[in-house]
C-alpha cells in the first residue's frame, strides 16, 4: 500500500460581497409549469479560483461533502501536450499550464484546499505500451485507467470509479488520499449476476449501512454491498427486475455515448442500456438511477425487504445523441429534484412529491452558465448548484442560489 500524497493546501478567504456580485452572470432558463414556486440561479464566473499555473481537462465526477466543501474529480488524462505543456521534460511553455491531479477539494468560495490522485496511490503496478486504443497494459494496477463518479460520504472518505479498459473497479479513500479497500477489481469482469466483479462503474453512494454502484457502462445494473465488509446484499435492474439486457461487449469507446445503433432512446423500455450513469440516494429511503441511454430516471425505495420501483421519470425522451439523464441532485429540503441533462445542456427542476418539471436553466455553449457534455450535479447547503462536464467542457461551474420566482 502506498502512501497518499497531499499535494496542496489553500487558506480560506472570504469573497467580499461587492465582488461576488460583480461576477454573477444571469443564465438561459424557463418555467414550465405555473403555480409551483421556481428556484432561481445566476453563475459565478469567479468560481473556483485555481492555482495560476493549473488547467483542468475533463470533470467527470462532484460531490459537495456534508461540510460544504466541494470535492471535483477530474481527467488529468484527457489534456494534450499543448495544454499542459508544462507536464514535459523540458517543458514545451515557459508560461501555463500543467495538468492537475485527479481529485481537487474546494471550500465553498472556491479556495483549494486538497488535490491528489493517480496510480501510485492505489495497489498494483502496470505498464502500458502503445497509445490510444492500441495501448496495452500489462500488470495488476488498480487505478481506472479513465476515472468516472465520485462520491464522499458521512466519514468524508471518498468513493471513484472507473470505465476505461478494465475499469471494473471502485476504490475508497480517505480524504487525504490514503487507499483504504476496493470492490472488484480492474480487468476482471463476470456480467450482471456476479456477486463479487464489476463491470465499468459509473458511480457510487454510500450511506453507512450499504454502498451502491451504478454498474453501468460494462454491466446493466445496480449493485449493493455491506457497509462493513463490502459482502455482497443485492442487485437489479430497471423496474428491480433481474437485468436482463446483457453487458457490453468490449471496451467502452467514447464513440458509442453518441451512437444510435441500438435504435435510439426507448423511455419504457423493459431493461437498462449501458451507461447506467448515475446512482443518488434521496429522502425517505428513495434512491434514483439514471438510466441515460433510455433518456429516464428511474426511482426505487430501499426497504427491509428488499429494492421497491416506484416511478419512471422521463426526461426529454425525443432527445438523441448523447441523451439526457446523467445526474440527480436534491435541494436543502428535499422538495426539488435537479436533473443534469448531457445533449440539451441543461439542469431541469422538477418537484419531487410528483417528478413534474417546473423549469430548467442552461445552455448548450462555452460561457459561464453555459455546458458542452454537461455530466455531473450537485447541491450544497444553502441551496446552491455545482455542475461538472466533459469532453471539451472539461469545467466545474457554481450556480448561486437568488431565491423562488412565484
Known sequence: MKSAILALAGALALMPAAVQADTLVEVESARVKEGVPLPTFKADASWPTLPDDLILGQVPGLAVAKDDTVWVLTRPNSLNPTEAG?????PLTVACCKSPPHILQFDREGTLLRAWGGPELAPGESTVTGEG???VEEGDEQWPANVHGLFVDEAGTVWIGGNGGGDHVVLNFTPDGEFIRQI???????????????GNPADIAHDGKSVLVADGYTNTRVIAFASEDLSFEQLWGAYGTEPGSGTRGGAFDQSMATSTAEGGPDPQAGDFEPMVHCVVRGPENTVYVCDRRNNRVQVFREGPEGIEFLENVVIAPETGGTRTASDVAFSPDGTYVYVADMMNGRVWILTRADHEIVGWFGRNGRYPGQFIWLHSVDVDSEGNVYTTEVNTGRRVQRFVFQGYED
Open 86 to 90: 508544462l507536464d514535459r521534460d523540458p
Open 133 to 135: 486504443r492500441e495501448a
Open 184 to 198: 472488484g477489481r480492474r480487468q476482471m469482469t463476470e456480467g450482471n449476476l456476479s456477486e463479487s466483479y464489476l
